[in-house]
């Protein structure tokens, strides 16, 4: 009889020496054999080695022999009758359990090879990914080999061509790039994955399993055998069995600090591995993860060579005759590019072909990606002539001014490691990121994600794709884009202004002319202008609007700073462009267009675009309504609400009622409306009632009469939803909005109850940890108050509320919302109805930076 008790102590306490043991942290490949292998031997041994009529197989990880800390233990049955071992098979199972093994089980017969092969492709690939444990040997081969007995070649075509599909459904799910910030170690591109789904493809194809009974894991022995099938160079093994390791051994360490399986590296996860690994300290989270982007990359790159070569492999060639020299060392036949060159490629010879793939949309064959690959390896250590470095330019410069497909080119070119060899200063932009900013790639990807964004703007039917098809200096454009983060590297703060002399000085090496240099220098050096304008400044002031467009020389500039900023956003994050954003910018841009091009100034422009509507009113009005424009002190009322909203703001007024509340749908937001008496704290409460009632402020616009009527607009999400607001939940937001007006809402005790309430789901929302930092902008009118913190639930309440306590009047708040980052700006008065005196700053800095940190 087995003690389970005792075989359990045993098995856990082992297993728990293992987890502990510093010298197999180091080593992924000896950790997960070490494990997989005592997993092994406690099954075994539980098993008691008696004749079975089934086969016991070890599947997944564990078959491969690269069991991570927490990875399911996942058992196959392989039975000839199910129900003949069905007893049998379940009271191990409950053994196993009983004995502290978690395993995970199927049970198959030989009726599901045929069932699985043509409906489910990922149970099916666990067919042939197994491991003898025990049992019947026989039933075992007969099941191996009925599976590939059962496989046809066109079965492998179409199974094939399912792996390729299923790539590209992960990479959709978990991310397609190598180099998002907070990647899936398995799953996203570069992942563990990759690498399996290689070695599927290649198990299916060549009828072969890869599971030997060496004590090695699978990774390393399919490598080798690829190497020893002349598959793959020896540099090139060497390189992806060490990037694989190191993953490896990333998602072990993952699976010990989280004590569970865990296979997403978060910023906090990042940061405690990188402590784990010893990497230095201060540059410690961007050296590892710099690490961790390389070996992704190298995992990825490797898989898509693998499945190139396995695409033309099973695909019925293209007849000779349809290939064409383009010139004496490329042939193009079909969409495929290969070389007739046999010696290693030079830097020019390299961009030419990746010209030409850009041009005819082409990709390499298996053996010009190779050749690439091993040519650049070379060239990484080598020297190459400036004769060479000039041609290698003008290939450079004709890639940028393709008509299309560029973006995607110099995605290519950067995989492979060609553009850090022509522009040595990308090379620090390469695996470079901000920690716990609402960015979602490296910088490199950033730039080349944001090419390809507006490269997608040709022939849309909307303001930015008529104007980028109609752009015909798209060159300026992608060098902008290229160089406008180049210097983060060097310093975040004032990046802009060395990217625009790092700009100049490698154009200038590159043969561009001096209004070239100018132009893209510019752009760089003003790329973040545009974006902290429109979203936090108020686009009716019109001193706003005549700083803004005194920076343009010409309407050209503007088109172009316009499509970057565009470009530079539309890149970080997908929820970061947003409708709102995009409208914010529209309107900074045509506002300032019809400022250059008619030669006018802000105070023009928008008296001339507000003066038709009184007339036009009050043909059917009293004076009533002209008095009611008069007396608001902001042109900008009359853009903001219809002509029908302004007569219905006017009749609410007349009620005399203490507080009116209107609720409106638009795109993306619901708008409140709110019209009451002025009063003291009045916008810091209302901002607490519509932070109690889980709602998340994007915009406030404040607009007050001479007699103290205030008229408020509140642009609103769901904070969980981030969609409009449910209309079920409008009458209890009126409701408490009429109670705190006429004092019979508690707010400080309902805001604490809904941080209370909110606070699991709001550290899930709300990630990023960070300083609070205060600046001050002076203006004609008023002191603008700019807030930049990490986002939390009642932000803005709590800031309203500080700045009515130190007496400061807010005219208009502008919420600028990046993932977890947040910039409120403000424009306020003293309680003189005074800008702010510059000595009190500081004062106000401390007051409100401590009431922020107190909800942080």
């Known amino acids: 009889m087995i003690d389970t008790a005792e075989i359990k102590k045993e098995f856990l306490s082992n297993r728990e020496k293992l987890f502990k043991n510093p010298q197999l942290h180091k080593d992924a490949f000896k950790f997960c054999v070490a494990y997989s292998l005592l997993v092994e031997e406690n099954i075994l041994r539980i098993s008691g080695m008696g004749k079975l009529n089934f086969a016991l197989a070890s599947a997944g990880s564990f078959s491969r022999r690269e069991l991570s800390p927490y990875s399911d233990i996942d058992l196959m049955f392989i039975?000839?009758?199910?129900?003949?071992?069905?007893?049998?098979?379940?009271?191990?199972?409950?053994?196993?359990?009983?004995?502290?093994?978690?395993?995970?089980?199927?049970?198959?017969?030989?009726?599901?090879?045929?069932?699985?092969?043509?409906?489910?492709?990922?149970?099916?690939?666990?067919?042939?990914?197994?491991?003898?444990?025990?049992?019947?040997?026989?039933?075992?081969?007969?099941?191996?080999?009925?599976?590939?007995?059962?496989?046809?070649?066109?079965?492998?075509?179409?199974?094939?061509?399912?792996?390729?599909?299923?790539?590209?459904?992960?990479?959709?799910?978990?991310?397609?790039?190598?180099?998002?910030?907070?990647?899936?170690?398995?799953?996203?591109?570069?992942?563990?994955?990759?690498?399996?789904?290689?070695?599927?493809?290649?198990?299916?194809?060549?009828?072969?399993?890869?599971?030997?009974?060496?004590?090695?894991?699978?990774?390393?022995?399919?490598?080798?055998?690829?190497?020893?099938?002349?598959?793959?160079?020896?540099?090139?093994?060497?390189?992806?069995?060490?990037?694989?390791?190191?993953?490896?051994?990333?998602?072990?360490?993952?699976?010990?600090?989280?004590?569970q399986r865990n296979d997403r590296l978060e910023f906090n996860s990042q940061q405690k591995i990188a402590r784990f690994f010893n990497y230095k300290k201060g540059s410690s989270l961007q050296d590892f993860m710099k690490q961790y982007f390389k070996a992704s990359n190298t995992i990825n790159r490797f898989s898509k060579t693998m499945v190139?070569?396995?695409?033309?492999?099973?695909?019925?060639?293209?007849?000779?005759?349809?290939?064409?020299?383009?010139?004496?060392?490329?042939?193009?036949?079909?969409?495929?590019?290969?070389?007739?060159?046999?010696?290693?490629?030079?830097?020019?010879?390299?961009?030419?072909?990746?010209?030409?793939?850009?041009?005819?949309?082409?990709?390499?064959?298996?053996?010009?990606?190779?050749?690439?690959?091993?040519?650049?390896?070379?060239?990484?250590?080598?020297?190459?002539?400036?004769?060479?470095?000039?041609?290698?330019?003008?290939?450079f410069r004709e890639i940028l001014r393709l008509n299309r497909n560029v973006g995607e080119t110099l995605v290519n070119m950067n995989e492979l490691g060609v553009l850090h060899l022509l522009l040595p200063e990308f090379r620090d932009l390469v695996g470079f990121f901000q920690a716990g900013v609402y960015h979602n790639y490296t910088a490199d990807e950033h730039t080349l994600v944001a090419i390809t964004n507006v490269e997608n703007l040709y022939g849309k039917e909307n303001e930015l794709g008529r104007l980028y098809t109609s752009l015909k200096e798209k060159e300026i454009l992608y060098l902008a884009i290229m160089f406008h983060d180049i210097a983060k590297p060097i310093s975040v703060s004032g990046h802009e202004i060395i990217g625009a002399e790092i700009a100049s000085s490698v154009m200038y090496r590159l043969g561009y002319e001096e209004k070239e240099v100018s132009q893209v220098s510019f752009l760089v050096q003003n790329h973040l202008v545009m974006e902290q304008i429109a979203f936090r400044r108020n686009l009716s002031d019109p001193e706003t609007l005549n700083n803004f467009t005194s920076r343009f020389s010409s309407v050209k500039e503007l088109d172009l700073l316009y499509l970057l900023t565009y470009a530079d956003l539309s890149a970080v994050n997908p929820v970061v462009w947003t409708e709102w954003k995009s409208d914010l910018l529209a309107e900074l841009y045509r506002k300032s267009r019809a400022m250059l091009v008619d030669q006018i100034t802000g105070e023009e422009l928008l008296f001339s675009s507000v003066i038709n509507f009184p007339q036009k009113s009050l043909e059917n009005s009293d004076s009533s309504v002209q008095e009611h424009i008069d007396s608001i002190d902001d042109i900008s009322y009359t853009q903001h609400f219809t002509e029908e909203e302004i007569m219905q703001h006017l009749k609410e007024i007349e009620k005399g009622l203490v507080i009116s509340v209107f609720f409106k749908e638009l795109n993306v937001f619901t708008n409140i409306t709110i019209i009451a008496k002025d009063s003291p704290s009045l916008l810091s409460k209302l901002c607490g009632v519509l932070s109690v009632n889980d709602l998340n402020i994007h915009d406030a616009r404040i607009f007050t009469r001479k007699d103290g009527i205030v008229i408020d607009s509140f642009n609103v999400t769901d904070f969980r939803t981030h969609k409009k607001v449910d209309t079920e939940r409008y009458e209890k937001i009126e409701n408490d909005l009429k109670a705190v007006m006429e004092g019979s809402f508690q707010l400080v005790q309902e805001f604490r109850r809904m941080k209370s309430k909110w606070w699991r789901i709001e550290n899930k929302f709300f990630k990023r940890t960070g300083k609070v930092k205060i600046a001050f902008e002076e203006h004609d009118k008023y002191t603008i108050l700019d807030v930049f913190s990490p986002d939390r639930l009642g932000l803005l309440y709590q800031i309203t509320r500080k700045l009515s306590e130190l007496g400061l009047s807010i005219y208009l708040a502008k919420i600028s919302t990046k993932a977890d980052d947040v910039v409120d700006s403000f424009y306020l008065l003293d309680r003189n109805n005074k800008k702010v005196s510059q000595n009190d700053y500081e004062f106000i800095k401390s007051e409100l930076t401590t009431a922020i940190e107190q909800i942080l």
């Not at 299923?166 to 992942?191: C, H, M, W």
């Not at 064959?365 to 060479?388: F, K, M, Q, V, W």
């Open 79 to 259: 039975v000839k009758d199910v129900e003949e071992n069905q007893s049998e098979i379940e009271n191990f199972v409950r053994m196993l359990w009983d004995c502290g093994i978690e395993v995970s089980h199927t049970v198959r017969d030989f009726f599901d090879i045929e069932k699985f092969l043509n409906k489910d492709l990922h149970a099916f690939t666990q067919f042939f990914e197994t491991r003898f444990l025990l049992g019947s040997e026989r039933v075992y081969q007969e099941w191996n080999d009925t599976i590939f007995s059962s496989i046809k070649n066109t079965n492998v075509e179409e199974v094939i061509y399912d792996f390729f599909a299923d790539i590209q459904s992960r990479y959709a799910k978990y991310g397609r790039s190598a180099k998002t910030l907070e990647p899936n170690v398995k799953f996203s591109a570069g992942g563990l994955r990759d690498l399996h789904a290689v070695e599927w493809m290649y198990s299916l194809k060549n009828k072969t399993l890869l599971t030997e009974q060496a004590e090695v894991t699978q990774a390393e022995s399919f490598i080798n055998r690829l190497r020893k099938e002349g598959l793959c160079s020896l540099t090139e093994c060497k390189s992806v069995l060490e990037s694989y390791k190191f993953i490896l051994n990333i998602r072990n360490i993952l699976h010990l600090i989280s004590k």
């Open 308 to 395: 190139r070569r396995f695409d033309e492999e099973i695909t019925h060639p293209l007849s000779e005759f349809l290939a064409m020299n383009l010139d004496d060392d490329f042939i193009l036949k079909g969409n495929t590019l290969s070389t007739t060159k046999k010696d290693l490629l030079t830097l020019s010879d390299i961009l030419r072909a990746f010209y030409y793939r850009g041009l005819y949309s082409a990709r390499f064959d298996e053996g010009l990606r190779s050749l690439t690959i091993e040519s650049i390896s070379h060239l990484e250590n080598s020297e190459y002539s400036a004769s060479n470095h000039q041609k290698s330019s003008a290939f």
